[in-house]
């Protein structure tokens, strides 16, 4: 019974995921399109430098959220309110004191370091005005965060992800009509501040209302044993994420102070856009999942893990390659339509994103594990190393090749020491299998997801060229069908092929009886 439950939650919370990313997406795509026709491509490059700039920022937060998690698991399956009671107050505590913290470091940013990094022909103190309500969004998200781990840790995703969708498409819906009618980008930000308050109402008001003992938390204090375990669950989630989300916001820093204008910024971020979309698509199965895991590492059958592990990995990284061709078929023609020929990158460029991609998605298994049994302690050391390497490849790269140097330089070590090294430490530490083995699996995911990609952009190009919008709606159906179909012949006869296709044949013989 407990089985059912956690699968029913885990494909649940998928299922709403990406129900929210799909609409997540539309709203992005709009407030771009908006933001360059009726802002100015400056102000789309200033929107894309201020929110890598506030990722840096919100350093300060990083390992927080996900250690809260990780320590309410076993409280919430044994419903020990009294031990929930405690952690929810001492987040409460912690992310108070996050909020300040970045709201200071945001107007030290703001004040000393903004005019270095960014190059415009807008004024500089309007420039500073922008980036300090950009910064109050956040603000305004840390002060009432805290409540929703236990959502997480309890599997229900689904209301958190639903109320920030909610809140997406009424306050992001309002800053579109607002840019349309004032074109003012800082009415725009107002709305943006809104956005968080709402969300994070809707889920107090959840929670609260299904733990009605989390309703007064003020007087209640964790034993100091209890913090300390939770810092040492800190310690290497942040240095982890920390370099991870230092390395994903050098591109378009590096690409503002080495390519000398802030409107080639925005050309990389429309691209970078499409494929923070499909990211944030696979983010939430690789969410549900994780909380699904977390669940079942309490029972610490690694025989069962493992195999819940690679089927995951099977599915995920089908969908990854279907993705991947789809956008190396058709990410030049969308450009195009959406944006104008004027934003759209050379090829090289666009394979390398592609590339980039592709490692990502197939890492989010083995770091969705990570992230379930807070093993972030193994390689926090490798994630230092390839931050740096990362932004030093990626700086003399743009130095000697401009856009594709840097873009290239930031994505080599992500293959060596996440998908490679991380990989192997976590799945011998997780699964107690070797080295050998997980390479094995890898490099033999990697390979093919590679063939199908080329196999599909080759065929696809074959095509003769009517009108962009034709181009891309044929060129796409063609991806998705000729990745399917290659899917099949190369994992005919993989044990989780066959898994997948039977549980897909009892879903649909159920739904017909």
Known sequence: MKEKSRTYNSISNSIWGMMSALITVVLNFAVRIIIIRALGEEINGLHNLFQNTINV???????????MVIHLYEPVKNSNYNEIKKLISFYRQVYLGIAFM?????????????????????????????????????????????????????QNNRISIISMTISQVVFRGLAIISAIFTHEYLYFLFFLIGEKICSNAICNIYVNK???????????????EKKIAIFNTIKPLFVNQTALTVQNSANSILISMLLGNISIVGYYGNYQLVISTVQLLFSQMGGAFTSSFGNLAIEDDKIRMYKVYRKSCFVMNSLAFVCCAGFMVCIQDFINIVFGKNFMLNYTSVLILMFNMLIYLLNIPIISIQNAMGLHGYDAGYMVIQAVSAIMFGYFGGIMYGMEGILLGLTLPTLFFTLIHKGIVISKKAFEISSYKYLKDTITDLIKG????????????????????????????????????????????????????DLLKRIVEKKKS
Do not use: W
């Open 57 to 67: 920022m919100a350093l300060m937060e990083t390992g927080i959220s996900s250690a």
């Open 102 to 154: 970045f709201l200071l470091v945001g107007v030290i940013v703001d004040i000393f370091f903004l005019n270095q990094i960014v190059s415009t022909t807008i004024s500089m103190s309007a420039v500073r005005i922008y980036f300090l309500f950009f910064a109050l969004s956040f603000f305004a998200n840390y002060l009432a965060y805290y409540k929703r781990s236990i959502l997480y840790a309890e």
């Open 450 to 501: 590679i063939t199908i990609i080329l196999i599909v952009y080759v065929f696809c190009n074959i095509l003769p060229t009517i009108n962009p919008i034709i181009d891309m709606i044929l060129r796409g159906i063609l991806s998705i069908i000729l990745s399917i179909l290659l899917i099949v012949i190369f994992s005919f006869k993989n044990e989780y092929f066959k898994e997948t296709t």
């Open 210 to 224: 299904h733990h009605p003992y989390l309703k007064n938390i003020k007087n209640t204090h964790l034993e100091k």
